[in-house]
């Protein structure tokens, strides 16, 4: 690095030593000075000539620098202004004339004084290619630099662009551009303009590869840094609209109104922890975003639930008898089991016996006793319907990963009940189903166990609930379809369909004052008559239950209510009468049964859930080759039951006087009405067989007896379910003679008293027995050889028949 002396004399001035900085020939800039030192040199330098000699220093931490730490190469410059600022510190404007290079040191103090020399290079032109080459790219480089660092005025690119001297050049970039001291240092040191250029070049182009990196990281780090800014941003305004709206609802409140709630609620331990850890996640989450909307659920079911909010329990079996007699009539054995449930469970402190299933036709009060009994106890009530539930996750709530999951129902219930203790009633678990999806039946069976479900887990709430102190009680309208493992926790109470005279008492003490307050009729404006009562059981209504009684009670108050409002004065008496102008037309005709008897008809008894109901059951025969026909929806052991009887009476053909070949010569059409109820089971066997025999001897059967008994292939007649509603049905048709099984004689007692006394009832065990009670006469035998027995009608049975050994 020598300096191409021109032999210009050289000059004695102050030097300053710059920290952190080169100046440039023709650069004006200012700094401040406060070392003492170098304020003293301005000073002198300014009495002077105002020229002073700028060097930087090697090491710019250095407080006090020798000579060997200041570089030997910098720049004679003017000073063009000082300023002096508050405290020792001075501002200079400085502008830079020449680039010079020390060549003795004469003194070191107050300041230093140097001996410097001019390094004067020719103005270098444009006319030599080569460096002209170089220039061009120094200022190429310089734009694209500029474009980068962004921190290069405009200005200082076009004056770049405008300079001719290229001696002139690379000093005014480097002068321009934010490198280091040492850098900057090379440049200056530099006296021959084309290696400068050479230099500033190789320097523009790493400055702008390490730009070019940065840009880019930059740019990837911006575009996250955007997107979160942008989100806070818009948060921030949406907090501002907010609160200009007057909508604290949501913001920094919700976080603080939430944490208070937590505190608030007493929760178990468990729950707080998983509720505060989710307010945490929600105070980190953008306000709109869908994940916040779920947690913000989710936390408002955890503070909704009663985690310790209970009712007292009141163990007061007195109390509890008299409110189950207040809202029922009859049902004493029901009443009576309930009140000694109460008692044991009293005796137990409170522990569980087995769930209590009350099991019965719809519209017996299943429902309503349960409503009483939870009165009764001082529990709330909610009422939980399973009927057609398939999904598992009903019971027990979709994961909290499923869009739109929520809790199951047992939690909801739970929540809507507002206690920990409620009393549930699980309407219908005899209409449980099983898929794919899971069996529900599995998840109520924990729900019900004692043993499992103080830690009742739902899988949307992921913490455990304790149903322990909920009571829960079961209905179900067919007791057989209840899931096994389900029905053995169970204990079923039956309750069986009501005669009609325990419909009217029922009505007249509950159904109708009930109606009549809830339709707003003041008593004294209208007398319901127990004929009119008696109009609407027998030929409006066909149920085991009352519900159909009271809705349609319901709908004659409603007519008459408009009846009070029109004519403030009139008094409406209702009576059998007036049901029919209001109802309109029966819609049941009691008595069809006491037509004429008739040939190949026959009368069944068949249980349904809704209670029991008569069935006709028709045979007809056609010339053919023994094909049998089965229509009227019959399931497949009503199927078989036919099958059965068929076969029977082939083999006993001769005895009952029928054409062995039967079989092989005729076509059978057996149907049995009324084909939109399904019909299944064995109890038909009998009705079939004898409408079979009817048909094939000719002779008729009596219109005024009905039957119900399984049969076997050897014709012994076996037991049959729910005699007492098939009793009843068979009663409310205007039948005064049933058939039954033997095996169900002790069934009899069941059957209401007054039911009873107007029916006859004749047990069999041998199908033989039925056809002599069942048809107008008994056939005769075919073959001489065979015992002869009479051709004789037989006479129906006294009343007394009951105890008779038919
Ligand atoms: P279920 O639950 O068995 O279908 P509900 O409990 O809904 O029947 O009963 C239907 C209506 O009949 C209710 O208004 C109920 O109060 C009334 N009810 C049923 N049985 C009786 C009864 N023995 N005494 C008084 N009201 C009854």
Redesign the pocket.
Known sequence: MKPASKGKKAKIMPLLPLRGIVVFPYMILHFDVGRSKSVKALEDAMLKDQCIFLAAQKDSGEEEPNRDDIHSVGTIARIKQLLRLPGDTIRVLVEGLERAHIVSWENDDPYFTVSVEEIRTSRVLRSKSEVEALARQVVEHFERYAKLTNRISPDATLSVSAIDDFSRLPDVVASNMNTGVEVKQGILAEASPKRRLEKLLDILVKEIEILEIERNINSKVRQQIDKTQREYYLREQMKAIQKELGDHESGGDEGDEYRTRILEAKLPEEAEKKAVKELERLQKMHASSAESGVIRTYLDWILELPWTVATEENLDLGHAAEVLER?????EKVKERMVEYLAVRKLRHGLHGPIIC?A??????????ARSIAEALNRKYVRMSLGGIRDEAEIRGHRRTYVGAMPGRIIAAIKQAGTRNPLILL?EVDKLSSDFRGDPSSALLEVLDAEQNKEFRDHYMELPFDLSDVLFVT?ANYKEAIPRPLLDRMEVID?TG?TDEEKIH?AT???IP?QLGLHGIPEGRLKFETTAVREIISHYTREA???NL?RSIASVLRKCAKELVMDESVILRVNAKAVRKYLGARRFLVGKASEADEVGVARGLAWTPVGGETLAIEVTLMQGEGHVELTGQLGDVMKESARIARSHIRSKAEEFGIDPMFHKKLDMHLHVPEGAIPKDGPSAGITLATAMVSALTGIAIRHNVAMTGEITLRGRVLPIGGLKEKTLAAHRAGIDTVIIPMANKKDIEEIPEKIRAKLRIIPVSQFEQVLRYALVQMPAPQQKTACPEPVVRVTPPDASAVRQKP
Do not use: A, W
């Open positions: 809202d029922h009539y009859g049902l009350l019965g036709p719809p519209g017996v009060g299943k429902t309503s006793i309407d209905t309750i009501y029922i003490r509950h159904l009930k239950g009352v519900r009271e």
